[in-house]
């Protein structure tokens, strides 16, 4: 339910802005999944997280207004600013419903224990259910611009008939689809859903990037995105998103990157309240058991654990 949710109004708001300002505002995910983390009592942000979070506010602010600023000249119908501000709420609400998708698989992966791919597959199987019994039919039923309705199955099940490009088109977007919620699952089972919503936020410039090469390159200006003066300010708002991210990880990297040598620093008394030892690894690893990925999850869950209270004895 919360996906199909958030993707109607993302997909909603998207009408109103471009493809880039839509994939950067997913930024927001990572402020209402730390909300939601804490109010949960799943984590405690320190310093550089939440200096992070407003950093991240900070670029998705700017980013915003780049998209309420962006010259609209070559349009044949500009939109005007609140419908910019609402397609921007739309892409904002989306993120809250799955910030709260992205807790509850965290849970259902970490504290349930279910293994990803049966997550996909449940979330799938539901979905299915739910488009099929009440989402498709009341498309069918209500006034649009489909042949007087707002979405004509019947129409779509043609076009799928009589074209092969379009089954190609659908079958690839299936697969990617597929494999993007796989793939998130099990960041989210090895780490946490907070660190799935930050790499999440890379795609951001590879959309871009991509916009801009229709742009100029494949459709000659036909469809894309233009780079234009408000641009820079959209690049700034980016950058931005991305100094969060570097400031919100900070201590995560820290322990990573110094994990052996703090095991060498620490007594071996306090070693084991700090989650620096190798008994944290292997009770973890038991009760994962015969599920696949066992071994990333008890080091990602031992280093999550030292991660907060290293830090906290050193800044």
């Keep these: 339910v919360a996906d199909l949710l958030a993707t109607g109004l993302m997909m909603s708001g998207l009408v109103f802005t471009t493809a880039s300002v839509y994939q950067m505002m997913r930024g927001a995910q990572v402020v209402f999944c730390c909300i939601l983390s804490v109010a949960s009592g799943k984590a405690r942000l320190d310093q550089f997280q939440k200096m992070g979070i407003v950093i991240t506010v900070l670029g998705i602010s700017i980013v915003g207004a780049a998209s309420c600023l962006a010259d609209t000249s070559t349009e044949e119908v500009p939109l005007p600013l609140i419908t910019q501000l609402f397609g921007i709420f739309l892409i904002l609400l989306a993120q809250l419903v799955q910030a709260v998708q992205m807790i509850t698989e965290q849970w259902l992966l970490q504290d349930i224990r279910m293994d990803a791919l049966e997550v996909a597959g449940y979330e799938g199987l539901w979905g299915s259910i739910l488009c099929f019994t009440v989402f498709l039919p009341l498309a069918y039923l209500l006034p649009g611009g489909d042949q007087g309705r707002l979405e004509d199955s019947y129409d779509s099940m043609l076009m799928l008939y009589h074209s092969g490009r379009i089954v190609l088109c659908e079958f690839l977007n299936c697969m990617s ?16 859903a907070m660190h799935r919503v930050i790499i999440e936020a890379s795609r951001s410039l590879l959309v871009w990037v991509s916009d801009l090469v229709i742009f100029y390159v494949i459709t000659n200006g036909d469809f894309g995105e233009a780079w234009n003066w408000s641009s820079w300010l959209q690049l700034l708002g980016f950058s931005v998103l991305v100094l969060g991210t570097v400031v919100y990880n900070y201590t995560t990297l820290y322990v990573e990157a110094h994990f052996e040598e703090l095991q060498q620093q620490y007594p071996p008394d306090s070693q084991e309240v700090l989650g620096l030892t190798g008994s944290h690894r292997a009770s973890h690893t038991s009760m ?10 008890s080091r990602a869950s031992n280093r999550s654990i030292g991660t907060d209270r290293v830090l906290q004895t050193r800044f």
């Design 177 to 192: 689809v597929l494999s993007y919620n796989w793939f998130g699952l099990v960041v989210t089972q090895d780490f946490t």
């Design 288 to 297: 994962h058991s015969g599920r696949s990925g066992a071994s990333k999850s």
